[in-house]
């Protein structure tokens, strides 16, 4: 470090000489974190509106699943899944219940969720349905967000996430977000073969896209009518962010398949679940599929700990109480003339700023620089998820500097 150089400087230099390109943080560097807020290496201290795009929903260092990942280290971490444990049992028993499920399949990031997802709606499609050998066909919507395996930016309508990636996995078809129409045209162009629809109820990162009304209801019966599975990535969408356990509840959608992540881990540990029925993972033998950190002892007690607060509906409701708050203040700020448009459910919002006042980087920035960290996606578009346990007037508190930002 140069004597000029502080601390922070020193850090994002050093990460951006050993460190491969793939993200463009804001330049903070943090390094601890309580409840909604962080302080930096420089001991200041930030609120944080983005809750690590929802993995972090119960906010950070929560007391509960600290002691719960303390205690289970203290006891074991990792079997592998050669031998059973025994947080295991209980783990599946209870978040096949809070689904209203009856069958877990643990992995641990979200990405190699969907992929079991996948993977395991096409082995039903010729096990169970009798779809031909190679034939079977995954339809998905326009600027959907799953990950970041080679076969999910196969799919994916952004071109920054599938460049330069292929050559493409095929067997997907793409429809844009939110027009049943579309849906039950793509159907009906190949039901022989199509053994899945795929959707996030809330499409996070295109930017907080809430479908219209009747859109997920609809796309359960057509679904239902053609015996073609519902899959729902609620890995940002569930688990309290809008409300409710699960985005599908807005609309009384119960899916054929949950695909979980994010907060189930607590913010602690990668944990993510395929929840479905018996007769869809029942299709998966010994040695098909697996994952050496699936399911792991430490994962299970900290998604224990996970499941037993969302049990109690306390988060669900604080994130739907916050969340008619957080929204009437955006829909005031959208009259003043500097917020295009706010979109979202519960604790989670986009924000389209009018492009004249700065790029959406360009007011993270701003709002960093007055202790308010937030991520922007697409242009002119800010994404507030705050920890669900954030207070109420830190959340004002957030919101006053959104505001100076966009009055400066
Ligand atoms: C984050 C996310 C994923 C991918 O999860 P990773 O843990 O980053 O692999 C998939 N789907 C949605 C909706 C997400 O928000």
């Not at 795929?198 to 990162?205: A, F």
């Not at 881990?265 to 395929?274: D, E, L």
């Not at 706010?342 to 604790?347: A, E, F, I, Q």
Request: hydrophobic residues 40%; aromatic residues 6%; contains cysteine.
């Amino acid at each position: 470090m140069t004597s000029t150089e502080r601390p922070s400087e020193h850090a994002i230099a050093a990460a951006e000489a050993h460190s491969a390109h793939n993200y463009h943080p804001l330049p903070v560097v943090v390094a601890s974190a309580e409840g909604a807020w962080m302080t930096d290496v420089e001991g200041r201290r930030y609120l944080d509106l983005l809750a690590g795009y929802s993995a972090l929903n119960f906010g950070h260092h929560n007391r509960r699943l600290i002691d719960a990942a303390k205690a289970q280290l203290e006891r074991v971490t990792l079997t592998s899944r050669a031998f059973h444990h025994d947080r295991f049992a209980a783990f599946c028993a209870e978040l096949a219940e809070l689904c209203g499920m009856e069958t877990v399949l643990p992995m641990n990031t979200g990405a190699e969720a969907i992929e079991t997802a996948i993977k395991t709606a096409r082995k039903w499609g010729y096990r169970v349905k009798g779809v031909p050998d190679g034939r079977a066909r995954i339809i998905v919507a326009d600027n959907n967000f799953h990950g970041r395996t080679t076969t999910i930016i196969s799919f994916s309508t952004d071109p920054e996430a599938r460049a330069d990636h292929g050559p493409y996995t095929p067997g997907f078809d793409i429809v844009p977000y939110g027009d049943l129409a579309a849906m039950e045209a793509a159907l009906d162009a190949g039901p022989e073969g199509t053994v899945a629809v795929l959707l996030e109820p809330i499409q996070g990162e295109a930017g907080v896209l809430v479908p219209p009304p009747g859109y997920l209801a609809g796309v359960r019966e057509l679904t239902r009518a053609r015996g073609v599975l519902f899959i729902a990535d609620e890995i940002q969408s569930g688990l309290g962010r809008t409300g409710k356990t699960f985005a599908c509840e807005h609309e009384g959608v119960v899916p054929d398949v949950y695909v979980l992540g994010k907060a189930l881990g607590g913010g602690v540990v990668p944990v993510s679940a395929v929840v479905s029925s018996a007769e869809v993972l029942g299709v998966h033998r010994p040695g098909e599929h697996g994952s050496t950190f699936g399911g792991n002892p430490l994962a299970c007690a900290v998604a224990l700990e996970v499941i037993a607060m969302l049990r109690t509906g306390e988060f669900q409701g604080r994130a739907a109480e916050l969340g008619e708050h957080l929204h009437r203040e955006l829909a005031h700020m959208a009259g003043g003339g500097a917020v295009e448009a706010v979109r979202g459910r519960g604790l989670w919002a986009g924000v389209d700023i009018e492009p004249s006042r700065g790029t959406g980087r360009q007011i993270s920035e701003r709002l960093m620089d007055r202790r308010v960290l937030v991520k922007d996606t697409h242009g002119s578009t800010i994404r507030i998820a705050p920890p669900l346990v954030i207070g109420k007037e830190d959340l004002d508190w957030g919101l006053d500097q959104l505001r100076a930002v966009l009055a400066e």
